[in-house]
């Protein structure tokens, strides 16, 4: 099992920034990448950024040169800075993470978990 808490959502203006953090906890070692995703009012929710154990990082266009995502090994904790935040940012978002775990007889069995979410209010 694994367990994401979420922590560093807020109000922020635009142009502002703010930094999401991402604390796993459990089977942490079994975890192959982490992510966020967000997901505004009647939308559907949506990548915004991913990151692997070997480092590789993928980001939807929207944000792409505006977010980091980085990680700390030592703290099992992932984050996402925010940068140049617009109003078509507030959403919540949410911690993600792809586990896989081999049993006894080698089988890859994949594992995903989801944070609880946090606010990110960005008003026009």
């Known amino acids: 099992q694994v367990q994401l808490v979420e922590s560093g959502g807020g109000l922020v203006q635009p142009g502002g920034s703010l930094r999401l953090s991402c604390a796993a906890s459990?089977?942490?070692?079994?975890?192959?990448?982490m992510g966020w995703y967000r997901q505004a009012p009647g939308k559907q929710r949506e990548l915004v950024a991913t990151?692997?154990?070997?480092?590789?990082?993928d980001y939807a266009d929207s944000v792409k040169g505006r977010f980091i995502i980085s990680r700390d090994n030592g703290k099992n904790t992932v984050y996402l800075q925010m940068n140049a935040l617009k109003p078509e940012d507030t959403a919540v978002y949410y911690c993600?993470?792809?586990?896989?775990?081999?049993?006894?007889?080698?089988?890859?069995?994949?594992?995903?978990?989801w944070g609880q979410g946090t606010q990110v209010t960005v008003p026009s």
């Open positions: 993600h993470a792809d586990a896989v775990r081999t049993t006894g007889w080698g089988l890859e069995v994949p594992y995903e978990y």
């Open positions: 990151i692997t154990n070997g480092g590789s990082t």
């Open positions: 459990g089977s942490t070692g079994d975890i192959t990448t």
